[in-house]
């Protein structure tokens, strides 16, 4: 996708989807930070592993045939869920297939949002590198234009706002920026300063940093509509495929790499072409 598409056509079924309502990313308003307990998400995939193994075992026995035990969780884990919560991924189904902005993305959900108009869910896109450096953005921000000029750059959605994805692997202490999975937090060019602060003094990387150009949000009752029909699958997945931990996965693939890991027919989904618009 081109980082100029900052639109979504009419009558692509998204109803208006990610029109800008004039917010800022440092408008939004300060709120707790969502502290997701690592244990208990590994523990819930272990949960819904062994239920479809056994569901899977199930079936073999009805019909005669042999079962199996259950794999244990790998490193790499994902499988759908009910409900979005932060710190969740979206990902695109085929229906939106032929929607430039949105077409085979993985959108992380860096809050699950309310009912409140100025406080609907939104994220960013994580399997779209733009392969362009800050620096060639010719940013006006001193921090952007010096610390981090060599830093790369991601299409993370059609509203425009620049936001940062950082790897702590502790739970994070930045004003202004607030934790989404255990070990990754976000923020806005609000936080930029105290970012900066943190990597002159050797506390975190350069490279621990994701930085994205534009972001997505709904309204609550609109991205539930949107799942609703199919247009989101929701899902829960490892950090390291978030966070971009293994050097063998590139940001391009996640999108197969996340529905194999669902398995089933998300798995079928991922090795079909694109279905025309």
């Known amino acids: 996708a ?83 919560e932060t710190g969740c991924v979206l990902v695109a189904t085929e229906k939106l297939d032929g929607v430039r902005t949105f077409e085979r993305t993985v959108v992380l959900l860096l ?25 060639h953005m010719k940013p006006t921000n001193t921090e952007l234009a010096t610390t981090f000029a060599d830093c790369s750059l991601h299409f993370g959605g059609p509203l425009e706002a620049s936001m940062f994805l950082l790897k702590t692997g502790v739970e994070s202490k930045i004003p202004g920026v607030e934790d989404v999975i255990p ?48 247009f989101w699958y929701v899902a829960a997945c490892s950090s390291n495929l978030i966070c971009g931990g293994s050097s063998d996965s590139l940001p391009e693939s996640l999108w197969e790499e996340i529905l194999q890991l669902m398995g089933g027919h998300y798995s079928e989904l991922s090795r079909k072409p694109k279905q025309d618009p």
């Open 111 to 135: 809050r699950s949002g309310s009912r409140h108009p100025q406080e609907g869910p939104f994220g960013v896109v994580i399997n779209r590198p733009l392969h362009k450096k800050i620096k």
């Open 2 to 84: 081109e980082n100029g598409d900052q639109s979504i056509p009419d009558g692509d079924g998204l109803r208006g989807n990610n029109s800008s309502d004039g917010r800022r990313a440092n408008d939004f308003p300060s709120q707790k930070s969502h502290r997701i307990n690592f244990d208990w998400r590994e523990f819930r995939a272990n949960l819904y592993t062994r239920e479809q193994a056994e569901n899977a075992d199930t079936e073999a026995h009805n019909e005669g045939g042999t079962t199996h035990m259950s794999k244990p969780l790998g490193l790499k884990w994902a499988h759908p869920i009910l409900v979005p």
């Open 183 to 230: 070990g990754l937090c976000f923020g806005a060019r609000n936080s930029l300063d105290e970012a900066a602060g943190l990597v002159k003094k050797g506390l975190v990387k350069l490279h621990d940093f994701r930085f994205f150009v534009g972001y997505a949000g709904w309204q609550l009752d609109q991205l539930r509509e949107e799942i609703e029909s199919d």
